[in-house]
DNA sequence: TCTGGGGTCCTAGGACCC
DNA sequence: TCTGGGGTCCTAGGACCC
């Protein structure tokens, strides 16, 4: 018997937005089952949000791809059936899905809302067969819950995601360190987990086209070409990987930001300072709601011509204030804004700290106990009555929502970082 | 008929201090 | 008549993840 103290599994949703829908129409008394079907999940092309969220099996057959605009699938695949996002179904699902994933071990990482870590490491007395364990969690999700998952199973969790990924759905692999040279190295080095879009050109540059390549590199050279990045990816080829399974709300946020592409192109400052309200009005919410307040503020546009920028300024008092936040906003906008037609704008704050000993500036005129009640009362009035039953009048007839972006409720802590 | 939105981390240059 | 160098903070931009 190897040695099997440290045992992370990988729960994966197997397309996860599309399975839940699927799952949700089913058990709403329709005949077909989106998986089976070329489909996708897709946001409004009306309001300018046409991408592809989540593919079926069938709709990668036409080589459809995640992030790639709905009217290109479209002539992938002319029956495409689109499916619009629902985000506060997929909340319900993956907490359905954590319910259940927590009765095995409360050392759990939600990785994002459709991936969780488990670690089972010296828990041979419990389950002394981590496969019959992965078969039975995972075909209880698919009893209980209607969808489908894939598990990877090695000692560590970049090889147990790895794993996951192999062939899908419904599926457990195993990607254990004595099994890298064989089920790892052939892969394509793209499918390697922190390789993206940028990356791949410079590997494939040096002569590295597969996870084996990038393994065997000199790490010296790499080293100097990607700086700590190539460190960190020689690693992930390598298998290695000394990452806990950090229990997730044990992950304080290091920031909190909402942006949106509005459904037209802005032109003047007045209709881009109305985006930035709404935008303020939800991030300032989820500010509080987290009890924090923001040290910096920054701002970010895109242009017409996908041209991004942003601009920030850290206060000399962090705040949590609707009213400060907003006023930031509209003068970074004002002092960076070159004219060009606006199509994206974001608000992201940083820099947090506790509410708790929230002291009022000297230089704030003594307005802030006023601003913090009514804040706190608009946020009273919204969480019971929902985010439409206070909007400011401004709003009327703008043709922009009160409060922009969001997807609903929280989503657990997602990040690139494992 | 074009290209979402939520995050985290890293790097590089300039300001400023000693 | 000189023009080092280390450290920290701030800012902008870019990389990656789902």
Redesign the pocket.
Known sequence: MKNFNKLIFHVDVNS?YLSWEATYRKQHGEKADLREIPSVVG?D?ES????V?AKSIPAKKYKIA??E?L?LAR?KCPELVVAPPRYDLYMQCSNALNEILQQYTPKIQR?????SFLDFSNMQHLYPDYMKLAEEIKDRIKKELGFTVNIGISSNKLLA?VASDFEKPDNIHTLFPWEIKDKMWPLPVED?????????PKLNKLNIFTIGDLANYDLEILKSSL???GVLIWNYANGIDNSEVRKSNNIE?????????IPFDVEDKETAHLVLLSLAE?VST?LRSSQNCCS?I?ISIRSS??V???????LYCPTDSTKKIVEVSNKLFDE?WNGEPV??M?I?V??LCTNEFYQCSLLDNGNNEKERALDKTLDNIRSKYGSGAVIRSSFLQSGIRSM????GEE?P?????L
């Open positions: 996860a946001g092309e300018r949000h046409g991408i969220l995640t992030g605009p009217f002539q990785f994002s809302v459709d991936e995601k390697l987990f922190m390789v993206g879009r940028a990356t791949l700086k700590s990045h946020m290091k920031g909190i930001g909402n942006s949106t592409t939800m989820r910096v920054s011509n996908f991004s920028l942003s601009h920030q300024r850290k960076k199509r994206h974001g992201h940083t820099q922009s972006g969001g997807v989503y802590m997602m990040s690139s970082l």
